[in-house]
C-alpha cells in the first residue's frame, strides 16, 4: 500500500509540474508576439494629420436601391407635385384647349339626328373625338415638346420658364379660331385694358373665348348635318299620315331610310374629313 501510494503522489506531482508549465506558456505567448510586433497603435498615438486610406476602387451601388431624381433643375419633391397638377388638370385642358369640344358636339348632334339613342355608344363617340384631337394637335404638342421640354430636361430652364415657353403654340392654335367678339366679351367682364395685338391676351380671356367659339362652331355644324335627316322626317311623316298609317310611328320607317342614305353617300368619311378640313 506504501508503495502504490507513493506512486499516486508521483504521478499527481507530475500532472501539476505539467499543467502549470502549459499555463505559464499561455500567459507569456501574446506578450511575445506584442514584442516581436511592436506596440499596438492606437487613435491616442495617431496624429490628427494622418487620414485613414481610401480605396480606389468606388463601392458597388446596392442593388435594391431606388434613385429617383428631379426633372432638369428641379427637385424632386416639385416634380412630383408638377407631375400630379397636370394628371389633374389633363381631363380640364382637354375640353377647354383643344378641338375635343367640337368633334363631340358634332358627333352628337349626327346620333340624333339618325335617329339612334345609343348607336354609336357614348364610348365609341369620345374614343374617336379623343383620335381625331390627337390627330389634329400633333403639331402643336411637336412645337411645345421642342420648345419647353426638352430645355427642361437638359436643365435649362426651370419648370415656370417652360410652362411659359409652351403656352406660346397653344395660345397660337386658339387664336386661330377664336371669335373676336367671344374676346371682346371677355375682355370687357374682365376689365382689362384692350389690348393693342391678339398675342398681349392673357390664357384668362383666350381660354373661355375658345370655348365659346368652339361651342358655337360644334352647333353650327350639327344644324347643318341635322337638316337633311330632318327633311326625311318630315317627308315620311307627311306620306304616311295621307295613306292613313296612323297605327305604324313614322320614326319606325324614316330610322332605316336614313341609315341607309347615311351609308350609301358614306357619310361617315364626308363628315371626318369636312371636320378636318375646318380645322386647316
Same mark, same amino acid.
Given at each position: ?13 507530475? $500532472? +501539476? ?10 500567459? &507569456?505567448? %501574446? ?10 497603435? &492606437?487613435?491616442? #498615438? ?8 481610401? /480605396? %480606389?476602387?468606388?463601392?458597388? *451601388?446596392? *442593388? ?17 407635385? =408638377?407631375?400630379?397638377? +397636370?394628371?389633374?388638370?389633363? %381631363? /380640364? $385642358?382637354?375640353?377647354?384647349?383643344? *378641338?375635343?369640344? !367640337? ?12 335617329? @339612334?339613342?345609343?348607336?354609336? &355608344? ?26 419647353? =421640354?426638352?430645355? @427642361?430636361?437638359?436643365? !435649362? ?17 386658339? +387664336? ?6 367671344? #374676346? ?17 391676351? /392673357?390664357?384668362?380671356? =383666350? #381660354? ?41 310611328? *313614322? ?7 336614313? +341609315? ?16 378636318? !378640313?375646318?380645322?386647316?
Amino acid at each position: 500500500m506504501n508503495e502504490r501510494s507513493r506512486y499516486l503522489r508521483i504521478v499527481a506531482l507530475l $500532472l +501539476l509540474l505539467l499543467s502549470g508549465s502549459s499555463f505559464t506558456a499561455a500567459q &507569456t505567448l %501574446p506578450a511575445a508576439n506584442a514584442a516581436s510586433f511592436g506596440p499596438e497603435p &492606437t487613435a491616442s #498615438v495617431l496624429p490628427d494629420s494622418i487620414a485613414m486610406p481610401v /480605396s %480606389p476602387f468606388p463601392s458597388a *451601388p446596392d *442593388p435594391n436601391e431606388i434613385r429617383i431624381t428631379g426633372i432638369g433643375q428641379g427637385s424632386m419633391p416639385w416634380t412630383i407635385i =408638377v407631375l400630379l397638377t +397636370l394628371l389633374t388638370l389633363i %381631363p /380640364s $385642358l382637354l375640353l377647354c384647349m383643344t *378641338p375635343f369640344a !367640337r368633334l363631340l358636339v358634332v358627333f352628337h348632334f349626327l346620333r340624333q339626328a339618325l335617329g @339612334l339613342q345609343t348607336t354609336p &355608344t357614348n364610348q365609341t363617340l369620345i374614343g374617336l373625338s379623343l383620335v381625331l384631337t390627337f390627330f389634329l394637335m400633333q403639331p402643336v404638342g411637336a412645337s411645345i415638346y421642342t420648345a419647353s =421640354v426638352v430645355p @427642361l430636361e437638359n436643365g !435649362r430652364i426651370s419648370a415656370m420658364q417652360a410652362v411659359e415657353r409652351g403656352e406660346g403654340p397653344i395660345r397660337q392654335f386658339m +387664336l386661330h379660331y377664336v371669335r373676336e367678339k367671344d #374676346v371682346a366679351l371677355f375682355v370687357e367682364l374682365s376689365k382689362e385694358p384692350r389690348p393693342r395685338t391678339p398675342a398681349d391676351l /392673357s390664357m384668362r380671356i =383666350v #381660354v373661355p373665348a375658345y370655348i365659346l367659339s368652339e361651342l358655337k362652331a360644334g352647333f353650327q355644324i350639327g344644324t347643318v348635318l341635322f337638316l337633311p335627316f330632318l327633311a326625311i322626317d318630315m317627308i315620311v311623316a307627311s306620306i304616311s299620315t295621307s295613306v292613313g298609317m296612323l297605327q305604324l310611328p *313614322p320614326v319606325v320607317i324614316s330610322t332605316p331610310l336614313k +341609315l341607309l342614305l347615311f351609308v350609301m353617300v358614306d357619310g361617315w368619311n364626308l363628315l371626318v374629313g369636312s371636320l378636318m !378640313r375646318s380645322f386647316s
